[in-house]
């Protein structure tokens, strides 16, 4: 197998096992927040739902990037790694822009606050350690076949460690201090650190 085509293994399996990942983590996140009522831990998920999508993108763009130089692509299409790269910052924007939004609705809403179950600080504790070993598998893997679209997916799987820690954090002082707009105010933090990352 020649150097080019074990690379393109390499990225096509590592964006699978980041997709599957991703869509665990997701799917829990936001059946257990909306079950809990916890608007930060569906954002959470929300965002992990962008994962999914940018770990598709990332196996179409090892697919396209696999296809040999052509009459019309003289010198192949490795261009479409960058390519990949801004649309994942755009994606990641947009869902950054979302998320603001919804919890900017929740604080100015007239409609008296929920406190949000137990079980929300349990399923992003379990998202935390996912995306911990998500992250490094995706950044180890980037950096053994000099790729920016893994190294950079890890760096947002990175980001996704934080905000989840984030969201723990306010889930805590939500307990704690009896406070349900916490976790309004949460999401809303959480976004804007999603708007910086992308």
Same mark, same amino acid.
């Given at each position: 197998?020649?150097?080019?085509?074990?690379?393109?293994?390499?990225?096509?399996?590592?964006?699978?096992?980041?997709?599957?990942?991703?869509?665990?983590?997701?799917?829990?996140?936001?059946?257990?927040?909306?079950? *809990?009522g $916890?608007?930060?831990? /569906?954002?959470? =998920? @929300?965002?992990?739902?962008?994962?999914? %999508?940018?770990s +598709?993108?990332?196996?179409?763009t090892?697919?396209?990037?696999?296809?040999?130089?052509?009459?019309?692509?003289?010198?192949?299409y490795?261009?479409?790694?960058?390519?990949?790269?801004?649309?994942?910052?755009?994606?990641?924007?947009?869902?950054?822009?979302?998320?603001?939004?919804?919890?900017?609705?929740?604080? *100015?809403? $007239?409609?008296?606050? /929920?406190?949000? =179950? @137990?079980?929300?600080?349990?399923?992003? %504790?379990?998202? +935390?350690?996912g995306?911990?070993?998500?992250?490094?598998?995706?950044?180890?893997?980037?950096?053994?076949?000099?790729?920016?679209?893994?190294?950079?997916?890890?760096?947002?799987m990175?980001?996704?460690?934080?905000?989840?820690?984030?969201?723990?954090?306010?889930?805590?002082?939500?307990?704690?201090?009896?406070?349900?707009?916490?976790?309004?105010?949460?999401?809303?933090? @959480?976004?804007?650190?999603?708007?910086?990352?992308?």
């Amino acid at each position: 197998m020649s150097e080019s085509a074990s690379r393109d293994k390499i990225l096509i399996r590592t964006s699978w096992i980041s997709t599957f990942g991703n869509a665990i983590l997701s799917i829990s996140k936001i059946v257990v927040g909306l079950m *809990s009522g $916890s608007l930060a831990v /569906v954002s959470d =998920g @929300i965002d992990s739902v962008t994962d999914v %999508i940018i770990s +598709i993108v990332m196996i179409f763009t090892a697919q396209i990037m696999k296809r040999p130089p052509s009459q019309k692509y003289a010198y192949g299409y490795e261009k479409a790694e960058s390519i990949a790269t801004k649309i994942l910052a755009m994606i990641i924007f947009y869902a950054g822009i979302q998320m603001l939004v919804s919890s900017l609705q929740s604080i *100015s809403s $007239s409609e008296t606050k /929920v406190m949000p =179950g @137990i079980i929300a600080i349990y399923v992003t %504790i379990f998202s +935390i350690i996912g995306k911990v070993v998500l992250s490094y598998y995706q950044y180890r893997q980037g950096k053994k076949v000099n790729s920016s679209m893994l190294t950079a997916n890890a760096v947002n799987m990175r980001n996704d460690v934080i905000i989840s820690l984030g969201v723990l954090v306010g889930l805590l002082f939500t307990f704690v201090l009896d406070m349900p707009i916490l976790d309004s105010i949460t999401g809303l933090v @959480i976004s804007i650190f999603i708007l910086k990352s992308a």
